[in-house]
């Protein structure tokens, strides 16, 4: 079975560009979670989909962070414009929310830095 | 406000030996943990899970244990193998979308 896919997996761009991450959950998974790795905080939740809608984006950092998930299968995490403090690994996980106490699966992330 | 934490951020242990990782939470609720094992350049991987009804769980080398009225969880590898060596996260979650809490990562380094 395919597992979380992440693309792109690096990804360098410049001060003030969008920068567009996406993600392909497992199939039947109905949880979608997206989060940030920095060496001072650990693995930050930034937002969750359930059924593809979105439930908690508390951990969004600002309005320059935007999420979406039109349909069950693809999902995208946007930056715009983008900033050096961006610079982090963005991690992508599901889970089959239906059943209850089922670790997340995770994708291989997508390393970003911005210049 | 972190729910859970893990107060080391590295450990070093002699191959052969055992590797206890500890972790502590705050949030009374939870009732499913889990520790999950990251190698460099790839995604957390699921590891072992407790349910709060148990204090134990074991699976090969890896055992959790889980003590409720302290609020902390450890992981124990007996006997610790190179390839051990990973940074370990431990999660918790009050079942709720199976939404997780995750600490800040230890890394783990077993030395040859």
């Known amino acids: 079975d395919a597992g979380v896919i992440q693309s792109p997996r690096h990804e360098v761009t410049e001060m003030g560009q969008e920068v567009t991450l996406r993600c392909k959950p497992i199939?039947?998974?109905?949880?979608l979670f997206w989060y940030r790795q920095t060496m001072m905080r650990g693995l930050e939740l930034l937002i969750y989909f359930n059924n593809n809608v979105p439930i908690d984006d508390s951990g969004m950092p600002e309005d320059r962070f935007s999420a979406k998930m039109p349909n069950a299968s693809f999902s995208t995490l946007k930056i715009q414009p983008s900033e050096p403090r961006d610079s982090a690994v963005y991690f992508c996980a599901s889970t089959d929310s239906g059943r209850s106490n089922q670790p997340q699966h995770f994708g291989d992330g997508t390393r970003l830095s911005i210049l | 406000d972190q729910q859970v934490k893990q107060n080391s951020p590295s450990l070093s242990v002699q191959e052969g030996r055992i590797s206890i990782l500890n972790c502590d939470y705050t949030?009374?609720?939870?009732?499913?943990f889990l520790w999950y094992k990251k190698y460099p350049a790839e995604g957390p991987t699921f590891l072992i899970s407790?349910?709060?009804?148990?204090d134990k769980n074991e699976d090969g080398r890896f055992t959790v244990f889980l003590n409720k009225s302290a609020k902390h969880l450890s992981l124990h590898i007996v006997p610790s193998q190179p390839g051990d060596s990973a940074v370990y996260f431990c999660a918790a979650s009050a079942d709720n979308f199976n939404k997780f809490y995750f600490g800040s990562g230890t890394k783990l380094n077993v030395k040859p």
């Open positions: 949030n009374s609720m939870f009732d499913y």
């Open positions: 407790i349910s709060s009804i148990k």
């Open positions: 199939s039947g998974h109905n949880s």
